[in-house]
């Protein structure tokens, strides 16, 4: 008894993305239509169509509620509606001049386009806390209105400019990768940075100033013993006492997340954009599972130049007799490998006419005996209606001329796979089946071969991008504090959380995807703003009163407040993204929130012990801390 057939559809190569789309939808409402069977509708197209109606219906959930998130966040933290709306407004501000920015460029709206929002809403709200933050301070210490928003400007000033200039920098990183969309969402990233900055110290700042300037403010200070300055007052009192220790302890870890880190593997797969209950994905695998010969996933040997003479016609037989030993290679039924090529083709017209063979001079070898004989046996099968449209299939003619043909395999390796592995092993097998083809040349292509390329490409790039990366933005931090070891204690919590991040990656059970790929540069871009915001309150402080102790605390204390609150508003709004129906939002968020909360805990941890020791040495040797 059947239990199962089979229709295959192919969708013209053609067609542009909307009508392929439009195609697939159509397929899909068509397969639906049965009532007396179960019609089920997929495919590499149908899978990609899904993504995008789900990823749609994902930002009318996902985005609400970043704002929602991040509404709460802020008014627990200032307890005044006003401090909400000019934080968001500022924010709405930046996102219209991005999203506009975007439209002027050209670059289309994806995938990747819709991790920005809550990127430039959880970035530039660092901006607005610091800002207000500070200017709530300045106002408790008796400053009028004017006066405490100039202070604050010029306390957090440098600061921001540092801030935004290296978490830019980190963006930019992504020019390097291989995937255009990848570059685009790093241009996207640093401009959005960039907006967020002018628009936090010229619209928010003007408009605390317009609210707040007719009106005396006070403001009492918190007894809560769980407000963020009191929590963050403790602290620093029990890393003053330990130093030492406190740095031992985020040594042990980093060197535990360090092992776990070079574990971290690569994939991509379609499968990875979709729920687990996907009517697509489970279709896929139904058909894998009936009709394991019924393949339609193909790579390709395309060989390029001349190739109607013999050494050409040779080499693709020397491929084809190559390829029945490759590890993913897919079989029909009688045990045949499921290849296609120019020489399979004369190989079935000799089979149904034997005076093939001697009307072309085809010997034992099952090859013509000369070029032109090649050439001649090529017209043939091109011009004869029984024949051509297979021909055409592998074969390509400009004129008078023979310039290409390819090699059609077809694997058992699919665009639902994700082992790296595998994807390695079917890319070599491949190259192994090259042969030599005359002066015409072949290159090995495919969609899961240019999977594996680009993901190794990206890797690789993206390594070096991220240690290029770290070292320019530390030169900068470098420059503006003109000490180095200032600028290397800055780039401690970037190092640190990047080594804590990619460990949490590998025992989290993910490997580094289209998305996760970003994670180096955003913990660069993420880290960097919490150190600078701590150090150079610390050279503040340290430089007007001599005091080491004060210094630190300080720094701990009042600016790590306001890098707590930064930090919670900016994980709410990431946190937010593990709700969504797409797995690799799920994954961004998650890490993304992670990253955010290790950037804060290596700040606030690693940074002020390290600044007490250095403020202790410096005052020792130098007689002064900062300057003299």
């Known amino acids: 008894r059947a239990r199962a057939t089979l229709m295959i559809a192919g969708i ?128 408790r210490r008796g400053a009028n209105v004017k006066d405490a928003i100039v202070i604050s400007i010029k306390d957090v000033g440098l600061a921001l400019i540092l801030a935004t200039i290296t978490t830019a920098v980190s963006f930019l990183s992504f020019l390097s990768a291989s995937i255009p969309s990848l570059r685009d969402f790093g241009i996207l990233s640093a401009i959005g940075i960039a907006y967020t900055f002018i628009v936090a110290i010229t619209f928010e700042a003007a408009m605390r100033y317009l609210m707040d300037k007719n009106k005396e403010i006070k403001i009492k200070k918190s007894e809560s013993k769980f407000s963020a300055g009191k929590i963050m007052e403790r602290l620093s009192g029990m890393l003053c006492k330990n130093p030492i220790k406190v740095l031992i302890v985020i040594g042990i870890i980093t060197a535990g997340m360090g092992m776990a880190a070079i574990h971290v593997t690569t994939s991509f797969s379609l499968e990875e954009f979709m729920p687990k209950e996907s009517s697509a994905i489970k279709a896929m695998e139904k058909l894998s599972n009936y009709f394991p010969s019924a393949s339609q996933d193909q790579e390709y ?219 180096t540069s955003l913990t660069i871009g993420l880290g960097i703003t919490y150190a600078i915001h701590v150090v150079e309150r610390f050279r503040m402080v340290a430089d007007k009163t001599g005091d080491i102790l004060k210094a630190v605390e300080e720094a701990v204390a009042n600016t790590g407040g306001a890098v707590l609150m930064a930090a919670l508003t900016t994980v709410a709004g990431f946190i937010v993204l593990v709700a969504s129906p797409m797995p690799p939002e799920q994954q961004f968020g998650f890490i993304t929130a992670t990253t955010i909360i290790y950037s804060f805990l290596t700040t606030v941890l690693a940074i002020p012990p390290l600044l007490l020791l250095w403020g202790k040495w410096r005052k020792k040797k130098k007689g002064y801390i900062i300057s003299p």
Not at 355 to 361: G, L, P
Not at 437 to 455: D, E, F, P
Request: one cysteine or more; charged letters at 20%.
């Open 301 to 519: 040997i395309l060989i390029e130049g001349n190739v109607a003479t013999l050494e050409a016609i040779r080499g693709i037989k020397e491929t084809m007799d190559k390829i029945g030993d490759d590890t993913f290679i897919a079989k029909l039924p009688d045990g045949s490998i499921k290849a296609d090529s120019i020489y399979k083709i004369i190989e079935n017209a000799i089979k149904e006419n034997e005076s093939i063979k001697s009307r072309f001079h085809i010997g034992k070898d099952g090859l013509p005996a000369t070029n032109e004989d090649v050439v001649a046996l090529y017209n043939y099968l091109y011009n004869n209606k029984k024949y051509a449209m297979d021909v055409k299939y592998v074969l390509h003619k400009n004129g008078n001329r023979y310039d290409a043909t390819v090699v059609r395999v077809y694997t058992t390796l699919t665009t639902l796979e994700n082992s790296n592995e595998k994807m390695e092993r079917l890319y070599k097998d491949l190259k192994g089946d090259i042969s030599n083809y005359g002066n015409a040349r072949a290159i090995v292509t495919g969609s899961m071969v240019l999977i594996y390329t680009i993901m190794k490409s990206l890797t690789s790039s993206q390594l070096s991008s991220t240690i290029v990366c770290i070292v320019i933005a530390g030169i900068v931090i470098i420059i503006a504090y003109r000490k180095p070891l200032l600028g290397a204690f800055t780039m401690l919590p970037v190092i640190t959380s990047s080594v804590w991040i990619m460990g949490t990656i590998y025992l989290a059970g993910y490997s580094l995807n289209v998305m996760t790929v970003m994670v």
């Open 12 to 139: 013209n190569g053609s067609l542009g993305t909307n009508a392929a789309k439009d195609v697939s939808k159509k397929i899909v409402e068509t397969a639906s239509n049965f009532d007396n069977f179960n019609v089920e509708a997929t495919g590499s197209s149908v899978i990609s169509y899904q993504i995008d109606e789900l990823t749609g219906k994902s930002n009318k959930i996902i985005l609400p509620s970043i704002f929602i998130a991040i509404i709460i966040i802020l008014f627990i933290n200032f307890r005044k509606p006003s401090y909400v709306a000019i934080s968001l407004g500022g924010l709405t501000i930046a996102i219209i001049w991005l999203f506009g920015t975007m439209a002027l460029l050209g670059i289309k709206f994806n995938t990747l386009a819709i991790a920005l929002i809550p990127l430039i809403m959880g970035l530039g709200v660092d901006y607005s806390v610091h800002i207000f933050h500070n200017y709530l301070t300045e106002i």
